[in-house]
């Protein structure tokens, strides 16, 4: 068993065996008792830069290039790319092909094993996730053969370093009413943990395993983390409001997506033109979070295709503020395609579900979702999709999902979507106590509860109605949902709670965090085939 002791360190066999250093790359560091020491790794305005992503790349190839490592005699590296904290390089190789399987143990913290992400090898390169913060852990990592019998094994033991963020994150609360074994496989990734829009703040990706266990810390340097996007090589997240990064499996930033003159707020997707789709307010403007940006992934080029000044042009020159502030008029907090061209966008500050075809070259309005009441001579009133039954209408919801099933008729589909259940308007003269529309919302931070709302839409009679109102603690402003392989994810992000439900709406178990602000949104991944199969 080979043990290594490290907290921010590059370890290198090359240096065990009593080999020379080599010049390697401009990354500085430090020889200390046979330890690589790599300096500013926790240093975010470096770390997230292409020269030093590109520099530690160069050095990690050139020292594994000096000797042939061996699943024995591993090269290892601790989170060398510095956007993983306790994750743990890894390179080796085998006579024969094979996959590998690892597992982590640490005293009082249940077992963690995955099987990695890639087609049988001989040639292998991964980052190992899933390791404990500031305690011993023992990380054994086996070869299978193509019927999964092993072929070799070995066991590290590896201190990992502490977390940049609070050790309070380690462990969550959890609440289990049902049997484990209705919970789906995967990671919960809590996003976003910051009041202030605008926040310098560092923030995380928390991601948490089912006993409510951290299990990575992915560090941005301010902001937060809005989504996670992934395209079957590299992870799109922000890493500031003014910046999208590219990650790859083993931790490396690949591209970084610079917004020019605008900042991204709450939600970005990948489109269907080679593209980000990105939700952005024009710095030095009057007005926010109000523009949708096309991000080339190739060329970087920033594109504003959507001004929705324009598109909602009456409704717009009918706002005010007292503010100093950009006028938040609209408040736009989600984005999903829901064909090649086509989106559907949530407006807070209208409690609004909005339709908007033709995107990349001539944007117009196909519907809204909401009160006729409220969009009554507005100019806008003929779009607005008429209400089948008697609910109570979405009020100020959040993570507006599509749900295409195909025992539907042709032009009918779910949307599901956090209720906040919240009545509230700052910019427009409105008075939602009026709306007999809105007869369960609440308006601001006391209310009961929020829900988990679907609705089947008729683009066809263009109708909409309420197929789905599941009750959730009350969260007025930030929140998810999210269907995941049968279960639902609900995040209601001030009171800093999640719960998975089963099939039937049971609440299989509940995670509780703990802080000042929330969780801004709680989604649930498996990352296979990025990190695991």
């Not at 380690?170 to 919970?183: A, M, Y």
Request: overall charge negative; aromatic content about 12%.
């Amino acid at each position: 068993m080979r043990k290594i002791i490290y907290s921010l360190f590059l370890v290198s066999s090359l240096l065990i065996t009593g080999c020379s250093v080599p010049e390697i790359s401009e990354i500085e560091y430090t020889e200390d008792s046979g330890v690589l020491v790599m300096t500013e790794t926790d240093d975010l305005d470096t770390i997230y830069t292409k020269a030093y992503q590109d520099d530690v790349y160069d050095t990690l190839q050139t020292l594994r290039k000096e000797k042939t490592y061996t699943l024995a005699e591993p090269f290892l590296a601790s989170n060398p790319y510095g956007t993983n904290t306790t994750g743990l390089y890894i390179a080796f190789t085998t006579d024969e092909k094979s996959t590998v399987q690892y597992t982590v143990e640490a005293d009082g913290y249940p077992d963690f094993t995955r099987t990695l992400a890639g087609e049988p090898s001989k040639e292998h390169e991964y980052l190992l996730v899933g390791i404990i913060p500031d305690v011993e852990n023992k990380i054994t990592i086996t070869c299978l053969d193509d019927e999964g019998n092993e072929i070799d094994s070995n066991v590290i033991t590896y201190h990992a370093p502490k977390l940049l963020g609070s050790k309070e994150n380690v462990k969550l609360e959890l609440n289990r009413l049902q049997d484990e074994s209705k919970l789906t496989d995967g990671l919960y990734a809590m996003l976003g943990n910051r009041t202030e829009e605008d926040n310098k703040e560092v923030d995380f990706i928390l991601l948490y395993d089912n006993d409510g266990i951290l299990r990575s810390e992915i560090p941005v340097k301010s902001y937060r983390a809005c989504n996670m996007n992934y395209d079957g090589e590299w992870i799109y997240f922000s890493i500031s409001s003014s910046q999208i990064a590219a990650m790859d499996a083993r931790g490396r930033i690949h591209k970084f997506y610079n917004m020019q003159d605008y900042h991204l707020h709450h939600d970005y997707i990948l489109g269907q033109n080679n593209d980000l789709l990105v939700l952005a307010s024009k710095e030095e403007a009057d007005t926010e979070e109000d523009m949708i940006l096309s991000v080339d992934l190739d060329s970087k080029e920033v594109d504003p295709i959507i001004d929705l000044k324009e598109l909602f042009h009456d409704y717009y020159q009918k706002c005010f503020t007292d503010s100093e502030d950009p006028m938040d008029w609209i408040h736009i907090n989600s984005i999903r395609l829901i064909d090649e061209d086509s989106i559907i966008i949530s407006s807070r500050e209208t409690s609004t579900i909005i339709k908007i075809d033709d995107i990349y070259e001539k944007p117009t309005i196909d519907y809204l979702i909401g009160s006729k009441q409220f969009w009554s001579d507005s100019g806008y009133d003929d779009l607005v999709l008429e209400q089948i039954g008697d609910f109570s209408l979405n009020a100020g919801q959040h993570c507006v999902e599509i749900w295409q099933d195909e025992n539907l008729e042709p032009g009918q589909y779910y949307l599901y979507f956090y209720n906040n259940n919240n009545a509230t308007i700052t910019t427009y003269d409105y008075d939602y106590s009026q709306d007999p529309g809105y007869f369960k919302a609440y308006s601001g931070l006391d209310g009961e509860e929020s829900y988990y709302t679907t609705y089947l839409v008729d683009e066809t009679n263009r109708t909409f109605e309420l197929v789905e109102e599941i009750p959730v603690a009350y969260s007025a402003y930030v929140s998810s949902v999210q269907k995941y392989k049968g279960n639902k994810i609900v995040d209601s992000g001030e009171p800093f709670t999640a719960v998975e439900l089963d099939e039937q709406n049971n609440v299989i178990q509940s995670l509780v965090g703990s802080g000042s602000t929330w969780w801004y949104r709680v989604f649930k991944y498996d990352f296979n085939g990025y990190w695991f199969q």
